[in-house]
């Protein structure tokens, strides 16, 4: 295997790799010894077609498609493993030069290469100083968050439903007189007012009973997800199951003591209002650290190109679509309900990603710049607070790392490293 760099304009690279035409060749025939079950051919029998005879009757290319799929990742991967100095931050775009028995195999990987960062002042940054202060009515409103958590759920039978129910409904949505795909559901509990539904849903099924069967009208956004239904006016059939309410518990000493280790109101207070400085502080200390980066960044120069952009968008999507399945939601459900389209999703996470790209190239130059470096001695903290956080051993969980991922905790050490130095560095004005 051999492999050629191109260096293009914007950080980008094309790499040119080559497979002999040996290793060619027995990606074939796996493909062939694959496929050869599914494939007919009159007088012969299924699997005991020869290989030559598949090849005549299907074309010579027949095979040639899945051999590629087959070499492509593990050249690809041999090749950065042999050139440790290519620094890649983006996915290859993959184009076939020349498949053909009995040549050498030959692809194109284009990709984004790490881009170089002139550093401009990093030290000695001025940011504004945040004074950290808690107002009675930020206590009250966080034992007031407390108390809503601590609610009873109560059924109600006697009355019509209201502003912060939870209604409990089945429901089918119609457009033109026809059901859509996905708009139908049961037993589902909605709070009204929380907005989780598109346009008036919720509003229309204020002062309606148990049993009511009630028709809602609304009209999709003009941006929803589902190109058919944007913009359009739809009717949900809705049958209203039940209704429950919250009923919250007094503010008292008993509360306190449900709520706290504290026997009082009193102490409860001091507590949280305690709790709220100390989360402030911390909101500060992140702020200024954002401050003393983003000023950084303005100081510096360096041209991130388009792929490695693309790449962090994907794989910030694809966190956030984890999250969701965590919460039990899908990415589809997220879309229909907040009638998001994943394209605006893309376009909106632009901005976070492109910061995000900055903040740990300047991070990165900065630790060259300094030569700052992780210690075996951060190494090991850094696994014992990870262990703490599995529930495991620090020794088994390094165990189970590979080098590669030891590399990355080192480098993250060291840029944390970076962060406290600039932040230090910084004047508060």
Same mark, same amino acid.
């Given at each position: 295997?051999?492999?050629?760099?191109?260096?293009?304009?914007?950080?980008?690279?094309?790499?040119?790799?080559?497979?002999?035409?040996?290793?060619?060749?027995?990606?074939?025939?796996?493909?062939?010894?694959?496929?050869?079950?599914?494939?007919?051919?009159?007088?012969?029998?299924?699997?005991?077609?020869?290989?030559?005879?598949?090849?005549?009757?299907?074309? #010579?290319?027949?095979?040639?498609?899945?051999?590629?799929?087959?070499?492509?990742?593990?050249?690809?991967?041999?090749?950065?493993?042999?050139?440790?100095?290519?620094?890649?931050?983006?996915?290859?775009?993959?184009?076939?030069?020349?498949?053909?028995?009995?040549?050498?195999?030959?692809?194109?990987?284009?990709?984004?290469?790490?881009?170089?960062?002139?550093?401009?002042?990093?030290?000695?940054?001025?940011?504004?100083?945040?004074?950290?202060?808690?107002?009675?009515?930020?206590?009250?409103?966080?034992?007031?968050?407390?108390?809503?958590?601590?609610?009873?759920? /109560?059924?109600?039978?006697?009355?019509?439903?209201?502003?912060?129910?939870?209604?409990?409904?089945?429901?089918?949505?119609? #457009?033109?007189?026809?059901?859509?795909?996905?708009?139908?559901?049961?037993?589902?509990?909605?709070? /009204?007012?929380?907005?989780?539904?598109?346009?008036?849903?919720?509003?229309?099924?204020?002062?309606?009973?148990?049993?009511?069967?009630?028709?809602?009208?609304?009209?999709?956004?003009?941006?929803?997800?589902?190109?058919?239904?944007?913009?359009?006016?739809?009717?949900?059939?809705?049958?209203?199951?039940?209704?429950?309410?919250?009923?919250?518990?007094?503010?008292?000493?008993?509360?306190?003591?449900?709520?706290?280790?504290?026997?009082?109101?009193?102490?409860?207070?001091?507590?949280?209002?305690?709790?709220?400085?100390?989360?402030?502080?911390?909101?500060?200390?992140?702020?200024?650290?954002?401050?003393?980066?983003?000023?950084?960044?303005?100081?510096? #120069?360096?041209?991130?190109?388009?792929?490695?952009?693309?790449?962090?968008?994907?794989?910030?999507?694809?966190?956030?679509?984890?999250?969701?399945?965590?919460?039990?939601?899908?990415?589809? =459900?997220?879309? =229909?309900?907040?009638?998001?389209?994943?394209?605006?999703?893309?376009?909106?996470?632009?901005? =976070?990603?492109?910061?995000? /790209?900055?903040?740990?190239?300047?991070?990165?130059?900065?630790?060259?710049?300094?030569?700052?470096?992780?210690?075996?001695?951060?190494?090991?903290?850094?696994?014992?607070?990870?262990?703490?956080?599995? =529930?495991?051993?620090?020794?088994?969980?390094?165990?189970?790392?590979?080098?590669?991922?030891?590399?990355? /905790?080192?480098?993250?050490?060291?840029?944390?490293?970076?962060?406290?130095?600039?932040?230090?560095?910084?004047?508060?004005?």
């Amino acid at each position: 295997m051999s492999l050629q760099v191109e260096k293009l304009e914007k950080n980008m690279a094309k790499l040119t790799i080559e497979v002999s035409a040996e290793e060619l060749e027995k990606a074939i025939e796996t493909a062939y010894q694959k496929n050869k079950n599914k494939m007919s051919v009159p007088g012969f029998r299924k699997g005991k077609v020869p290989r030559k005879m598949i090849e005549k009757m299907y074309g #010579t290319g027949v095979f040639y498609e899945e051999a590629a799929n087959e070499l492509i990742p593990t050249a690809y991967e041999k090749a950065l493993e042999e050139n440790e100095d290519l620094e890649i931050v983006s996915q290859p775009t993959i184009d076939v030069v020349q498949i053909e028995a009995g040549k050498p195999f030959i692809f194109t990987a284009e990709v984004a290469l790490k881009p170089e960062v002139t550093l401009g002042d990093y030290k000695g940054i001025e940011v504004e100083k945040v004074e950290v202060t808690v107002s009675d009515e930020e206590v009250d409103a966080e034992i007031n968050r407390e108390r809503e958590n601590n609610a009873r759920t /109560i059924t109600v039978d006697d009355r019509a439903v209201a502003d912060g129910d939870i209604v409990n409904i089945d429901f089918e949505g119609f #457009t033109d007189g026809e059901a859509f795909e996905g708009g139908k559901g049961e037993g589902y509990d909605l709070t /009204i007012g929380s907005h989780s539904f598109i346009d008036t849903f919720e509003d229309q099924l204020v002062g309606k009973n148990i049993g009511d069967d009630v028709e809602v009208n609304v009209t999709f956004p003009e941006e929803y997800h589902a190109p058919d239904l944007a913009g359009k006016p739809a009717l949900f059939k809705v049958k209203i199951n039940g209704i429950q309410t919250k009923e919250l518990p007094e503010l008292d000493d008993d509360f306190a003591q449900d709520v706290s280790e504290f026997d009082t109101m009193d102490e409860y207070k001091a507590d949280v209002k305690a709790k709220l400085e100390e989360k402030k502080t911390a909101e500060a200390n992140n702020a200024k650290e954002d401050a003393v980066i983003t000023k950084i960044i303005e100081n510096a #120069t360096m041209e991130i190109p388009d792929a490695m952009l693309d790449t962090q968008v994907r794989q910030m999507v694809n966190d956030f679509a984890q999250r969701l399945q965590m919460q039990g939601l899908s990415f589809e =459900q997220y879309m =229909q309900f907040t009638g998001a389209t994943p394209e605006q999703l893309l376009e909106q996470m632009k901005p =976070q990603a492109m910061e995000r /790209i900055q903040s740990r190239l300047v991070l990165e130059a900065i630790v060259a710049a300094e030569n700052i470096e992780a210690t075996e001695d951060d190494f090991k903290e850094e696994m014992e607070k990870m262990a703490s956080m599995y =529930q495991m051993e620090a020794d088994k969980l390094i165990e189970s790392m590979g080098e590669y991922e030891k590399k990355g /905790i080192m480098k993250d050490i060291a840029v944390t490293k970076a962060v406290k130095l600039v932040v230090d560095a910084a004047v508060e004005k």
